[in-house]
């Protein structure tokens, strides 16, 4: 165990190594599903976050809901690569346990600053919000939903230089979800998935979920970070959710007065209770956030045209004289209604039967539903009535008027450019009358580059003369060049993938003489061609030099030794010696005569020569000693026998073999006397 993490006995999982590579440390965070902890990855010597589910929420099928959803968070979050999204590294399990590991962000929540410093400025809160969005813009683009946006999920990296070099990222992608049929219904089977004070009412009452409720999220945040204070406030969680279905988002200005009334109308359009009536994902919310932070950077604190594009459109019931029984019940809408129709009465308001609504383009004001009902008539009635009849049709002549001019006359509609090239866009655009901005681009698997994917306003939306339609131009297909790898380790390589925006596939191992053992030879796709993010590339790693095993040649003919030692890529060092066991030509020893070899080795042979031939001395004609000591010093066997004509004089009178022949050293030589 690593002498730097000790286990502890509270937290079994801190000291623990998951998967033989993730070295669990201090825990940072504990939700209701998982806890994370920081860690060591001991293979790539970096520090991770890795979240880890609460033990048990695997076991069961209810419970396999939580495991697929921690497998989904990997997958969903991988996809994104992003500045502002907290990156997600690997997913796995360990017998029971199952585990994502992510980026570490050292630091602090957006809670924590909330906590902190709240109510914020608005140019503070604008500039920590946007970052955030931004994320939410990519993870919309690429087809997810976070789904539980809210402070706790907004990491913000320590910095020494201040709030303008903060790294804000948004983490937990574990509620992000594909957009598919599936967002139809809630994320588990009928249970309601994210947190209660940020959930769109659409979530709320029937599970529906598209990039729209990350809006609304990102509005409640924004209201939150400007005031302090949580929107809705209840004593249970159902009662929150009842208000976030039932009552609009107040304006942050009720509050802290002062703010400008753009950045309440940002916050309603956000916040709106009919989704609809939002930013349709986060790229829009994206531009008309910076228009409202560049408004607030500039110290602008009236600026009607940008009040009148975020403006919501409200309704305001107009009602008739009425008595209503004590016992009727009404619903919040009526009951504003009737409280609306009890002030008129108390100003002497009479009339006929008459009923409608009368719709007023402000950010002040907010939708209510149009109230119809059989009214009847006080029993009472009075001298004015009359005259306070023909004020009322006046004023509602004139509220229908102005309601007509500011909702639809003063607008034209935004012209249909989609697939157009940004040039086409531009002229069709300022042709009728308005600014054209195509700075925003995006990938396209079927919107050839330099064409419009999308514009904001949609196509035939209403819009300002002298409005600016912000157009998404395509980059074509998404396309990544396979990274060289050859020569890099496995884990590195693996690395390099993911930071070109592709996966891993598989590995297969293959013997080769040039790439050392476990380094990359090749890929599939090779490097340098060109395939879409998320592409598997496929790995050759090096087993290194075919090994080959050692033949035993002692004895045996050199000749042969060497042909075999060549046939194999294999050096070869030849020495001889004088050997009277082994022939002539056949080989005395080797190094190595067993074991393993690779090519571009040596082996060393000891080759015989045979035995060593010694040149017989002359003896002739001396005293028997005295010959036998001269052939016993050249290396000699002496044999002594008597010549046919012995006469006992004990001289040598000749040798076999002769004088001057060469024999083996150590052979017999005889010497004749006589």
Do not use: C
Not at 497 to 525: A, C, M, W
């Amino acid at each position: 165990m690593d002498p730097r993490v000790e286990r502890d006995p509270s937290d079994p999982m801190i000291g623990r190594l998951l998967d033989g590579r993730y070295r669990i440390g201090a825990r940072v965070a504990r939700g209701g599903m998982a806890s994370v902890y920081e860690a060591t990855d001991v293979r790539l010597d970096r520090t991770v976050a890795v979240k880890v589910m609460h033990p048990g929420m695997g076991d069961g099928s209810a419970d396999d809901d939580f495991a697929k959803r921690f497998v989904r968070e990997a997958r969903a979050a991988a996809r994104l690569s992003h500045p502002h999204v907290v990156a997600v590294f690997d997913q796995g399990t360990d017998g029971d346990t199952v585990f994502l590991v992510m980026e570490y962000v050292p630091g602090q929540t957006l809670r924590d600053v909330i906590r902190a410093e709240a109510p914020l400025p608005p140019r503070r809160a604008l500039a920590l919000l946007e970052p955030v969005v931004e994320a939410l813009a990519v993870a919309h683009r690429a087809g997810l939903i976070h789904r539980d946006i809210k402070p706790e999920n907004v990491l913000i990296a320590r910095s020494n230089e201040g709030a303008a070099a903060e790294s804000v990222k948004v983490a937990d992608f574990g509620l992000a979800k594909a957009v598919s049929a599936d967002t139809q219904h809630t994320a588990t089977g009928g249970v309601l998935i994210g947190t209660v004070s940020y959930l769109a009412p659409e979530l709320v009452v029937d599970g529906r979920a598209d990039a729209r409720a990350d809006v609304y999220a990102a509005g409640v945040v924004l209201y939150e970070l400007l005031t302090g204070q949580k929107p809705h406030q209840g004593e249970s969680p159902i009662q929150v959710a009842y208000k976030h279905v039932h009552e609009d988002i107040p304006a942050p200005s009720e509050l802290v007065p002062g703010l400008p009334a753009y950045v309440d109308a940002l916050v309603a359009r956000a916040t709106a209770r009919d989704r609809s009536l939002r930013p349709a994902d986060g790229s829009i919310l994206l531009r008309q956030l910076r228009r409202v932070r560049n408004a607030v950077d500039a110290g602008i604190q009236e600026d009607p045209d940008l009040l009148a594009d975020l403006a919501l459109p409200a309704a305001v019931p107009v009602v008739e004289d009425y008595a209503e029984p004590d016992d009727v019940e009404h619903t919040t809408e009526e009951s504003a209604a009737y409280e609306l129709y009890d002030q008129a009465t108390d100003e002497g308001w009479e009339g006929d039967g008459w009923e409608g609504t009368a719709v007023v383009g402000s950010a002040a004001t907010r939708s209510t539903p149009a109230v119809a009902q059989p009214w009847e008539h006080h029993a009472h009635g009075s001298r004015r009535g009359p005259v306070l009849l023909v004020a009322a049709l006046v004023l509602a002549l004139l509220l229908g008027i102005g309601a007509w001019w500011f909702g639809f006359a003063r607008y034209t509609t935004t012209p249909d450019v989609i697939g157009l090239t940004a040039g086409q866009a531009e002229t069709k655009v300022e042709d009728a009358g308005l600014e054209f901005d195509g700075s925003d681009t995006a990938y396209s698997e079927t919107v050839a580059a330099g064409h419009v994917i999308s514009t904001d306003p949609n196509s035939q939306d209403r819009i300002l003369p002298g409005g600016t339609v912000h157009a998404l131009i395509s980059k074509g297909k998404e396309r990544y060049a396979v990274p060289t790898l050859r020569g890099k380790t496995e884990d590195d390589a693996q690395q390099a993938l993911l930071d070109t925006h592709l996966d891993f596939g598989h590995s297969t191992q293959r013997y080769n003489e040039t790439v050392p053992e476990g380094r990359v030879i090749t890929s599939t796709p090779e490097a340098g061609e060109m395939v879409p993010r998320d592409t598997a590339v496929d790995l050759v790693i090096s087993r290194g030099p075919k090994p080959i095993t050692v033949v035993d040649w002692t004895g045996k003919a050199f000749k042969d030794a060497s042909a075999w030692a060549k046939s194999k890529k294999l050096k070869v060092e030849k020495s001889e010696e004088y050997s009277d066991d082994v022939a002539a030509g056949d080989v005395i020893s080797q190094d190595p005569s067993e074991g393993d070899a690779f090519k571009g080795d040596t082996i060393t042979f000891v080759v015989s020569k045979g035995p060593e031939l010694v040149t017989i001395p002359r003896v002739r004609a001396m005293g028997v000693d005295a010959a036998t000591q001269t052939l016993e010093d050249a290396g000699f066997k002496v044999s002594v026998k008597h010549s046919d004509l012995y006469l006992g004089l004990g001289y040598v009178s000749s040798v076999k073999p002769g004088e001057g022949e060469k024999a083996p050293k150590g052979s017999t030589v005889t010497i004749y006397l006589v």
